[in-house]
């Protein structure tokens, strides 16, 4: 039959033979005997709604079904399914509702199907809910907003068995979870309001009293296993069966009540807490501390503060017992203050090891423990030992390990390994330069009087140290190294023009060691009356290098040489090792049997502080090559000297030592001169690109530029201004006299 001669189908006759439809699909849903729908029977269903829709108005009825669809499930859940729910309590009332809730997705779908041709026209025309949309909207209205409440007190209380140790039926927690879900139909509004704000105080509540007991009964590393084992627990009740995104708000709750509001209360505790952990080197302990406390909002600053207290603290006592140490020392009279304080390097570079270890394993190289390392190392790295200064103390460590007979028997890799601990340790030292002037001296010692073990650990340290503190730190210390090898090629070629030249012969084998100006520590030069043996190898040597330079001047630096001279005494003829003062003296009684006190100053042409110190040597000390009368200790203006031809000694050669200078004074006045140069340099590079600046703004950004070398002091910054207005570099401005501005 043709389109126009469909008989007109009315609302009612159509709606009963609906309704035996949808009676069949709940019977089939309430699980009572009846054939399944068959696609005859689908399609039957289908096209009386596709007629109904599709008839000549006033027989459209798109609306009147579109409604009588809501009724059907309103009355379905009004009648069978809200009360098959009110009888049942607590875990059955959860089944049901799982239940009854996949059997009303099942009738959506069902539904949704037959009235398939309401949604694809009537509904798209007015904007209206879908039929899926009305059919999930009927249960949250009914259903869902009724027994929500009940629903969400009966899961927390499973959960909390669950938390006490009881099975729970995981799966049916997840499927009414899923509920909450998915009423919301794509929104979390319903999950989050009407469950999750619930279980998260709930959460809190409960882990709230576990601590209350626990922070009373357990120690410290115990508590932090129970939490951590919590959070673990925790974070697996999500995966099985809450929503993901409670991961982060419930572990924060447990963190929350379980660390945050007890972290003071665990961390000090007496027996157990982070001092104790630390005291007895529980790593584990440490470690789990950290993966604890770096969860919640500033939970390290307090573990990385008792760090740095402890640190500070274990440094401390390194000072003080080498302090008590050197003081019992010098109650003993005897100078091995020395070994001491090799001894409290050692310790120091052990003590930053160990952690250094700490920050990179237990607390996962976090940059706080860096900084409380640092922090901590500065504190007592800056403190120096019995008068001696870190600086000088590292300087000696260093001179120790690299010079030959040192006091470390050490492998190649050991020392390596240790002149790199060194300069990790020069880091923490304000006064950095300060240090490099003690290592310039110590290393001009090394290699001039040929002191130094090996070539390649000189220049390896220099990189290290070039490496951490830049290049003008150690220009001047890799020239000295360079001057030596070029001193050595220098002798050489002296020695061929020796050979080369007959007439030229210095009558003495004569070493000479060229070095430049710049590179090494200043040197008195030009002091001393040499004798006339010496006078004529200096003439030699300079005849020599006028061949081979014109532009070069050549200051003689006698302070550093040395002799070997031959001594005829009675008993046998001896080699003494000397330096060239000692020598000049011991010279001048080859023409004279005795002489007194002035005369050898005057023919010297040396101070009493020189002279002094070089007639003890020959007359007081181990090897008395020279009589002194009267025989007292010690050297006065009023002595006479002869030659002792009685001397004698079971050794063939001796090398008669001069007493060392004590450079300290020396180093720390000229590390002085060039600070006062640098800080007006710094100033004046400051005021050139800012030209107009405030008193403490200068302060700040001078220390700012010169705190990589040393700690400039605040009183001596003062004084340079002050000295650079005098100068005309900087004026005070007329109306703030804090203000300061720059004069080109």
């Known amino acids: 039959m043709t389109m126009n001669e469909r008989k007109t189908i009315d609302l009612e006759q159509g709606w009963e033979f609906m309704q035996k439809g949808i009676t069949k699909l709940k019977n089939i849903l309430e699980g009572l005997p009846e054939p399944q729908f068959s696609s005859e029977d689908y399609m039957m269903l289908y096209t009386t709604i596709y007629n109904m829709c599709t008839q000549k108005p006033p027989h459209d009825y798109s609306q009147q079904l579109y409604d009588k669809y809501r009724e059907s499930f309103e009355e379905y859940i009004t009648s069978t399914v809200l009360p098959s729910l009110r009888e049942k309590h607590d875990e059955f009332m959860l089944r049901e509702l799982v239940k009854r809730w996949a059997n009303h997705k099942v009738m959506v779908r069902w539904l949704s199907r037959f009235f398939h041709y309401l949604d694809r026209y009537f509904i798209a025309r007015r904007s209206l809910p879908p039929l899926n949309e009305v059919g999930l909207t009927c249960f949250r209205e009914l259903v869902y ?126 027996h157990s807490g982070c001092h104790a952990l630390l005291r007895d080197d529980k790593v584990e302990d440490l470690s789990r501390m950290f993966r604890l406390f770096c969860k919640i909002p500033r939970g390290l600053d307090p573990v990385s503060s008792i760090f740095k207290q402890h640190v500070t603290a274990e440094g401390t006592a390194l000072v003080k017992q080498a302090e008590d140490a050197a003081s019992n020392k010098k109650a003993d009279k005897k100078d091995v203050v020395g070994m001491q304080e090799q001894v409290f390097v050692r310790k120091v570079i052990e003590l930053h090891d160990k952690y250094l270890a700490y920050v990179n394993d237990c607390f996962q190289n976090h940059t706080l423990f860096h900084k409380a390392l640092k922090e901590a190392f500065e504190v007592f790295c800056n403190k120096g030992v019995a008068g001696s200064s870190s600086a000088e103390l590292l300087a000696t460590f260093c001179d120790n390990i690299l010079k030959k007979g040192g006091s470390e028997k050490l492998s190649d890799e050991a020392i390596e ?78 020695e061929e023009y020796l050979s080369n030249n007959p007439n030229a012969n210095p009558g003495i084998d004569l070493t000479v060691t060229v070095l430049t100006t710049g590179f090494w520590p200043s040197y008195k030069s030009f002091d001393l009356n040499l004798p006339a043996e010496m006078i004529k190898c200096v003439e030699v040597f300079r005849d020599f290098y006028q061949t081979k330079t014109k532009h070069r001047k050549l200051t003689w630096i006698y302070s550093l040489g040395t002799c070997n001279l031959i001594g005829k005494f009675d008993p046998k003829t001896m080699e003494l090792v000397v330096t060239t003062y000692q020598a000049s003296a011991l010279l001048l009684f080859n023409s004279s049997d005795r002489l007194s006190y002035s005369e050898i100053m005057t023919q010297l042409n040396l101070t009493d502080d020189d002279v002094i110190r070089l007639l ?51 180093v720390i006045e000229d590390v002085d001169k060039d600070r006062r140069y640098a800080i007006d340099a710094s100033i004046v590079r400051i005021m050139k690109s800012r030209k107009v600046l405030g008193h403490q703004q200068l302060v700040m950004e001078c220390v700012e530029q010169l705190g990589r070398m040393f700690k400039p002091d605040f009183k001596a910054i003062k004084k340079r201004i002050e000295d650079l207005i005098t100068r005309d570099y900087l004026e005070r401005d007329k109306d703030n006299p804090n203000m300061f501005r720059y004069l080109a």
């Not at 070029?486 to 050489?492: D, G, I, S, V, Y």
């Open 145 to 270: 907003q009724e027994l929500h409440a009940k629903v969400k007190d009966a899961v927390i209380s499973l959960i909390d068995q669950e938390r006490e140790g009881e099975q729970i039926d995981r799966a049916l927690l997840k499927n009414v979870l899923d509920i909450f879900v998915e009423i919301g139909m794509g929104q979390m509004d319903y999950y989050e309001n009407d469950f999750e704000a619930a279980m998260l105080k709930d959460t809190a509540a409960y882990y709230s009293r576990k601590a209350t007991n626990w922070i009373e009964e357990d120690s410290c590393p115990d508590y932090m296993l129970k939490a951590e084992e919590c959070l673990k627990r925790e974070k697996d009740r999500v995966a099985h069966y809450l929503h993901s995104s409670s991961e982060p708000k419930l572990l924060e709750k447990v963190q929350h009540e379980l660390l945050s509001v007890n972290a003071n209360q665990l961390l000090e505790k007496e």
């Open 417 to 494: 390994e240790t002149l790199e601990k060194v300069v990790k340790l020069l880091a923490y030292i304000s006064d950095k330069d300060l240090f490099a002037e003690f290592y310039r001296k110590k290393l001009a010692r090394r290699l001039l009087f040929d002191k130094s073990a090996n070539d390649d650990h000189e220049r390896s340290i220099l990189t290290k140290l070039k490496q951490q503190c830049g290049g003008q730190f150690t220009s001047k210390m890799e020239g000295m190294v360079t001057d030596l090898t070029l001193a050595r090629e220098n002798q050489t070629s002296f």
């Open 616 to 666: 003890h040597s020959l007359s007081c000390a181990k090897y008395k090559i020279l009589n002194k009368e009267p025989a007292t200790k010690n050297i006065s203006s009023t002595d006479y000297f002869e030659f002792n031809t009685k001397f004698t000694d079971k050794m063939r050669r001796i090398k008669i030592p001069l007493p060392p200078v004590d450079e300290k004074k020396k």
